[in-house]
């Protein structure tokens, strides 16, 4: 069972079909959940993992600035303090000893991105672009590969879509000799909506399945596998293969189901649902497009805040018509008229 990390900035499934559906992919890099994270540097400390243990509590740290918890924050540099003092090397061989220098370029990253999500963009790229001077002498490819990612993202967010893929396949290049999948799987997802919002759809599905193959060999992020099977889908469907595209859906609500408790990710499921409807609705497979309205009504009943049902039930409508059902169609077409009366 794959765990879900907690991260308020994680791309959602779905409806959000404009640039701001990435939001800070580079962020989820090695996240999850605080509690999680300060577990896991603990264990890599008892086994004399110091690498993994600094990286665990590194990671944690940048995530309690990100969401503002003042006590992960705490716990985090009081973590990073007691390792300091150690001395234990490690044979991790995914791993490079950390130094003050590369906490530091962390660090600078992760203020960058803030101010990404702070809406600051010409601040992001400065900051952005400070780290990658520094990286590049330093050889820091991580590093690098973080700032150009983040460049991308400012540049999709603005809907400059070649310039985002320009930083995007920067990226690409310098972590190529970056052993772990993580950041390369990010990249290339990112650089496949790049091509998706072009309409270059051949080029875009050519880096989502590079992304695919990538999450595949680390069971530890399945909402960015489930993302890139939303986005698959979609091209899938934009190149009119109907079933490939139905199937690619299908799969990325597998992997939503399989998440563990950790988030709540019914709202993802829900939406992907409707988007499934839709194909089959446009391949005129309305019963089958029906039983997915349903599904994601259901879902959407469950959840605390106010569901989407004026829209379902005006589409449940126009589906029982086209289905040649006129009765089951006037009833949902009622409860439309009579939820806007009130």
Known sequence: MCS?????????????????????????????PCSRLYVQGWQ???????????RAFQELLGMGREIGHQGWMIAAEQAIAALSKMAINTSNADHQPLTPQDIEAAEQCNRAAVLHTQGDWQAAIQAYQQVLSFATQ?????????????LGLIYFDQQQFARAETRFRAAI?????????HPRAIVHHNLGLAYYHQGQHQ?????????????????DDCLGLALTLDYLGRVYAQQGDAWLALGSFEAAIDVLNDLSTDQDV??????????????????????LAIAYLQSALAIYQTLPFV???????????????????????GYYAQQVVQSRQY
């Open 4 to 32: 879900s990390p907690a991260v308020s900035t994680y791309p959602r499934l779905g409806e959000r079909q404009g640039a701001t559906a990435v939001a800070r992919w580079w962020q989820l890099f090695h996240l999850s």
């Open 44 to 54: 890599h400390q008892a086994q004399g993992q110091l690498v993994g243990a600094q």
């Open 138 to 150: 330093a050889g820091h490819r991580l590093a690098m590969g973080r700032c150009l990612n983040g």
């Open 173 to 181: 290049a310098v972590l190529e000799e970056v052993p772990v999948s």
């Open 203 to 219: 080029h875009a599905q050519t880096h989502f399945q590079a992304a695919l193959e990538l999450w595949q060999q680390n069971d």
């Open 266 to 287: 019914r709202p993802d499921a829900a939406a992907l649902l409707m988007q499934i409807a839709n194909l089959c609705e446009q391949t005129r497979h309305f019963y």
């Open 307 to 329: 569901a989407p049902e004026i829209v379902i039930w005006q589409r449940l409508s126009e589906l029982y018509s086209k289905a040649g059902h006129p009765a089951i169609a």
